[in-house]
């Protein structure tokens, strides 16, 4: 799963708690990109390459092995 947020938008600050809690009970990588004018797109796309990878390490690993993931970009 990759939510994106808007920078200090207050229903997604609330989504963010319950995808946390949903990641930890379903072992489920969730990648969260807070956004603003002023976000990187170099950030993003290295915040989304390692996401990637990491999905691609489950894979071939097992989801079993590794902890559920969580990036972000935060401010």
Do not use: W
Not at 35 to 58: H, N, S, Y
Request: hydrophobic letters at 45%.
């Amino acid at each position: 799963v990759i939510h994106l947020l808007p920078f200090a938008c207050m229903p997604e600050i609330t989504a963010r708690s319950v995808l946390s809690r949903v990641s930890r009970d379903l072992v489920l990588p969730i990648l969260s990109l807070s956004l603003d004018e002023q976000t990187g797109k170099a950030g993003i796309i290295t915040r989304l390459e390692a996401f990637v990878d990491l999905l691609a390490r489950r894979r071939r690993v097992g989801s079993s092995v590794l902890r559920p993931a969580r990036a972000e970009i935060s401010r």
